[in-house]
C-alpha cells in the first residue's frame, strides 16, 4: 500500500502518516445528522466530502473500510420542533374570535421581540406594534439589513446571518398581523410563545410526537444522499435504539469516579478526568472556557448550573423535564446527553479504538472533545496511562455563505432537494467539493460554480470526442501499448500519462488532496485534446488517456451508474438509467424508428443519383444490432450505435447529393431541408450530435439530448433575432429614403419663405433682411447659401427621378 498522510485534527500542522490499527483494514465512525429538519448544501459538504474520502480509501488504495456513522434522532432540537408542531395543531383546533386570534399575535410578537430583537423595544419608548415595527427596525438594525454589522464594525458573521433570520420572522409576522392573519405568516413567532405556554402540558409518554418526525426526516437525508451519490453506511445506528446501553456506559464512567450525579441528572467532572492524567479539550484547548460553545452543546440544559461541581462540566444524561421525552435510569426519568450517544455507539461496533472518527469542523468542541473526555474516561485503566479512543481525527470544512456558516438554525440554507431541482446536478456539487481540499471551507460564489461548471464541461467534451474518434475509426481496443517508436508526439503524450499518475497518486496520498488531483486531471486532458488535432494522432494513446480518467472519475464519486473496478470510457449523463436495467430492443426503438423514416424520405424523393440509392440498400443495422445483442452488450448508447451510424451515412450521401450538378435546383433546397433535419431534430432529441467534415464521415458524439436541444433554440433564437435586426434595418432604411424624398420635394427658392425670422429674400428666396430690418451678417448668409445649393441639387435628382418632362 502507499504511504498515505492525513490531516489528523489531534495533531494540527503538516499531514501525519496515516497507519491503520491492522494492515489494510480502516475502522470509521462518522457523526451523523440530527434529524429535524431537511438537509442543505452545507450537509452535503459534510457528507459528500466524507464519502470521497471513503472512497479513495476503498477503491485507489484497496482498504478495506468499516464505515458507522449514527442518526441523532431524539435531541432538544428535535423535541422542540416537534412539540411545538403538536402545540401550533391544537392551538389550531381552538374556537377563537378575531380579536382573541389577533392578541395571541400581538402576544407572540412581543415576546419574540423581547427575546430575539430586543433592541425594538428601546427603554423609555411606547410599546412595539405592528405599526411602528418598519421604523424601528430599520433604526435598531439598518446596518446588518444593509449587509454590515450590529457595531458597524469588522465583517457580517453567524450572529448578523442570525439577526436577519429574527427580523425575517418579525417581518413576516407583522405583515400578517396587518392583513387579520395569525397561523398563516405567523408561525415562525407563534411557536416560540405557544411552547412557553403549554409544552410542559404534552404527554410525552407517547413518544412517537418525537420519533415520528425523527424517522421522517432520517428518510428524507438518506433520499438525499442516495441522490448525492453518497455510499451508505456499512452501518446505521440511531440513540433511541442504544438508550440501555447509554445508561450502562455512564454507570461505568460514574463508578470510577469521572462523573457525578446533580438533582436527576449526571455530569462528567473534567477535573477529576484530568487529576487522573487525561487530557481535556484535545481537538480545541482554546475553546473550553467558550461559555457560547458550552451553553449549544448543553441544550436545555444550559441555563442551569444547580448541582455542577464546574461550569465546564457536560451532561451524560439530563433529567427529563415536563415536555421532554423520558427513559428510565437508577437517577430517575431522563434522556441522553447530545454526547454520550456517539461514544456508546461508536465504542460498540469499533471496540476501544477506531482508526477514524470524522465530523463537520463546527463539531470539534464541544461535541467531539467531549466524546473523547467521557469515552476515555470509559476505556481508562489507572495504571496504563491516558487511553486513545480515535486515532485520527477528520473534521470537514463547513460550507458558507456571504460569510456565514451555512445552518438550519440560521435559515440561511438551500436544501439538498431544491438545489438538485434548480441549479445543480449531483455531479456539480460533488465537483465544487473536489476543488477545494477536504479540511478547507468552501465559500459559495458564482466564480466557484464558473470553474466547476469548466472543469465538468472539459471532460465531458473530452470523453465525447475521444468515443467519437473511436466510433469513425472503427476502433474498439484500448491500444496504448507497442507504440511506434518513431511517433515522438505519441511518446511524449504517453509520457505524460505515466507522469499525470504520479502526480495524481502523490495529491491522494497527501491527505486526499483533490484539489490537485483535479488539476492534474485538468492537464492530462488539455495535452491529449492538443495531440488530438494532430492530422495523423493516434486515438489508442488518447484512448488510453480517457480509460485512466474514468477510473479516475469513478473511484471520485461523479459517477452515479458506474461501479468498481470503474472500466470503460466516459461518464454517464445525469439522467441515463443503469445499463443493468436495460432492455437491448427497448433501447434502440427511437433509433431505429428514426432510420427506418429517414429511408423512407429518401425513397419518396425518388431522385435519380445512383450512388444515394446504393448507400441505401447497403444498410443493415439489424443484423449488426443482433450481433451486439447476442454479445451480451448492454450499454445503450453501443446498442444503438448501429442505427446511428447508418443514418449519419445517409445523411452525408445526402449533403453530397446536393453538390451533385446531375440534380435539379429546385429540388436542392429540399434535400438539403431533410439533411438538416436529420441532424438537428431526429437525432439530437436522441443525445446524438453529428459534426460536419470535409470530405469525411460525420463525427458521432453523444451528448445529453437537453443540451443539444437547448444548443438549437438558442441557434433558432440567434437567427431570428438576426432576421429581425435585419428587417428594422431595411424598414429603417425605407423611412430615411422617404424622408429624402419628402424633403426633395421642395423647391430650393420656397425653402425660407414662411419664416418669420426674415422680412426680405432675394431672387432665389435666399433671405437678405432680418425681421427687424437689420441685414443678415455675411457668415449667416453664407450658410444659408450652402444650404440652399444642397437642395437645389437634392430637387434636381428629386426632379429627374420622379418628375416625367414632355
Known amino acids: 500500500m502507499a504511504s498515505i498522510t492525513v490531516h489528523n485534527s489531534l495533531e494540527p500542522g503538516a499531514p501525519v502518516p496515516f497507519v491503520p490499527k491492522e494492515a489494510g483494514k480502516v475502522s470509521w465512525y462518522a457523526c451523523g445528522p440530527t434529524v429535524y429538519d431537511s438537509s442543505h448544501l452545507g450537509h452535503a459538504r459534510t457528507y459528500v466530502s466524507t464519502d470521497i474520502i ?132 405567523a408561525e415562525e413567532i407563534l411557536l ?50 442504544y438508550v440501555p446501553q447509554i445508561v450502562t456506559f455512564i454507570e461505568r464512567v460514574v463508578e470510577k469516579g469521572f462523573a457525578y450525579e446533580a438533582n436527576g441528572s449526571v455530569y462528567f467532572d473534567i477535573a477529576a478526568f484530568e487529576n487522573a492524567g487525561n487530557t481535556y479539550a484535545r ?68 471496540g476501544e479504538q477506531m482508526d477514524i472518527h470524522s465530523g463537520g469542523i463546527d463539531l470539534a468542541f464541544p461535541h467531539h472533545d467531549n466524546e473523547l473526555a467521557q469515552s476515555e474516561a470509559f476505556f481508562h485503566q489507572s495504571d496504563m496511562g491516558e487511553h486513545r479512543w480515535v486515532k485520527y481525527f477528520f473534521h470537514l470544512g463547513h460550507l458558507s455563505i456571504a460569510g456565514s456558516k451555512m445552518s438550519k438554525s440560521l435559515k440561511n440554507f438551500q436544501t439538498i432537494q431544491d438545489a438538485l431541482a434548480t441549479a445543480y446536478t449531483a455531479r456539480n456539487i460533488r465537483i465544487v467539493f473536489l476543488m477545494s481540499r477536504w479540511n478547507d471551507g468552501v465559500e459559495i460564489s458564482p466564480e466557484m460554480r464558473k470553474q466547476a461548471d469548466s472543469w465538468e464541461a472539459a471532460i465531458s467534451n473530452f470523453f465525447m ?21 518513431e511517433d515522438n508526439v505519441a511518446q511524449q503524450l504517453a509520457t505524460k500519462l505515466e507522469q499525470a499518475k504520479k502526480d495524481l497518486d502523490a495529491a491522494l496520498c497527501n491527505s486526499f488532496d483533490t484539489f490537485t488531483a483535479m488539476q492534474v486531471i485538468s492537464r492530462i486532458i488539455r495535452d491529449a485534446n492538443i495531440y488530438m488535432n494532430e492530422s495523423n494522432a493516434n486515438i489508442h494513446i488518447v484512448e ?15 459517477d452515479s451508474n458506474a461501479k468498481p473496478p470503474y472500466d470503460g470510457l466516459g461518464w454517464s449523463s445525469s439522467n441515463v438509467t443503469a445499463a443493468s436495467n436495460v432492455d437491448p430492443k427497448t433501447a434502440v426503438l427511437p433509433y431505429a424508428a428514426v432510420f427506418s423514416r429517414v429511408v423512407d424520405e429518401i425513397r419518396a424523393l425518388k431522385l435519380s443519383e445512383p450512388s444515394l440509392q446504393r448507400v441505401v440498400d447497403q444498410q443493415s443495422p439489424e443484423s449488426e444490432f443482433s450481433q451486439l445483442e447476442m454479445s451480451g452488450e448492454k450499454v445503450p448508447e453501443n446498442l444503438a450505435l448501429p442505427y446511428i451510424r447508418a443514418v449519419s451515412r445517409l445523411r452525408d450521401e445526402l449533403r453530397r447529393t446536393v453538390s451533385s450538378a446531375s440534380l435539379d435546383a429546385s429540388t436542392k433546397p429540399t434535400v438539403l431541408g431533410l439533411a438538416d433535419r436529420i441532424r438537428d431534430y431526429d437525432l439530437a432529441d436522441l443525445g446524438v450530435q453529428l459534426d460536419d467534415q470535409v470530405d469525411k464521415p460525420s463525427l458521432i458524439k453523444f ?102 418632362r414632355p
Open 703 to 804: 451528448v445529453p439530448a437537453s443540451r443539444l436541444i437547448v444548443a438549437r433554440e438558442e441557434k433558432a433564437a440567434l437567427i431570428a433575432e438576426k432576421a429581425l435586426q435585419k428587417e428594422q434595418a431595411r424598414k429603417a432604411r425605407e423611412k430615411v429614403e422617404e424622408e429624402k424624398w419628402e424633403k426633395a420635394r421642395l423647391v430650393p427658392q420656397d425653402m425660407f419663405k414662411g419664416d418669420d425670422k426674415y422680412r426680405a429674400w432675394d431672387a432665389d428666396g435666399i433671405p437678405s433682411i432680418l425681421a427687424d430690418g437689420s441685414e443678415l451678417p455675411k457668415s449667416q448668409v453664407k450658410k444659408l447659401k450652402k444650404d440652399w445649393e444642397r437642395q437645389k441639387k437634392l430637387h434636381e435628382e428629386y426632379l429627374s427621378k420622379f418628375v416625367t
Open 283 to 350: 481537538l480545541r484547548p482554546e475553546s473550553r472556557n467558550d461559555k457560547a460553545l458550552q451553553e449549544e452543546g448543553e441544550g436545555s440544559l444550559s441555563k442551569s448550573v444547580d448541582g455542577k461541581r464546574n461550569l465546564g462540566d457536560f451532561a451524560l444524561w439530563k433529567k427529563s423535564k415536563p415536555g421532554e421525552p423520558y427513559w428510565p435510569s437508577q437517577w430517575g426519568n431522563g434522556r441522553p446527553g447530545w454526547h454520550i450517544e456517539c461514544s456508546v455507539m461508536a465504542s460498540d461496533r469499533l
Open 54 to 185: 471513503r472512497r479513495i480509501m476503498m477503491h485507489y488504495f484497496g482498504l478495506k473500510v468499516t464505515f458507522v456513522m449514527n442518526i441523532t434522532d431524539i435531541d432538544d432540537k428535535i423535541i422542540i420542533k416537534a412539540r411545538r408542531k403538536r402545540l401550533l395543531d391544537l392551538e389550531k383546533k381552538k374556537v377563537y374570535s378575531p380579536e382573541q386570534t389577533y392578541t395571541l399575535g400581538v402576544e407572540a410578537f412581543l415576546g419574540y421581540a423581547k427575546s430575539s430583537l430586543p433592541l425594538l423595544q428601546p427603554a423609555g419608548a411606547p410599546m412595539l406594534n405592528t405599526n411602528n415595527y418598519l421604523e424601528r427596525r430599520d433604526v435598531a438594525y439598518g446596518r446588518v439589513l444593509a449587509g454590515g454589522t450590529l457595531s458597524g464594525d469588522g465583517k457580517p458573521s453567524d450572529a448578523e446571518a442570525k439577526l436577519k433570520m429574527h427580523i425575517a420572522n418579525m417581518d413576516s409576522a407583522a405583515q400578517a398581523l396587518r392583513e387579520g392573519g395569525v397561523f398563516e405568516g
Open 465 to 485: 470526442n475521444v468515443r467519437a474518434r473511436l466510433v469513425e475509426t472503427g476502433s474498439t481496443e484500448n491500444g496504448t501499448k507497442d507504440l511506434s517508436p
Open 544 to 558: 488510453g488517456i480517457a480509460r485512466w480518467v474514468t477510473k479516475i472519475v469513478g473511484i471520485l464519486g461523479l
Open 192 to 241: 416560540p410563545y405557544l411552547d412557553s405556554l403549554y409544552k410542559e402540558t404534552i404527554d410525552t409518554s407517547d413518544q412517537t410526537i418525537f420519533t415520528d418526525l425523527a424517522r421522517r426526516m432520517e428518510n428524507e437525508f438518506t433520499g438525499d444522499m442516495d441522490a448525492l451519490n453518497v455510499l451508505r453506511p456499512d452501518i446505521t445506528t440511531r440513540v433511541t435504539e
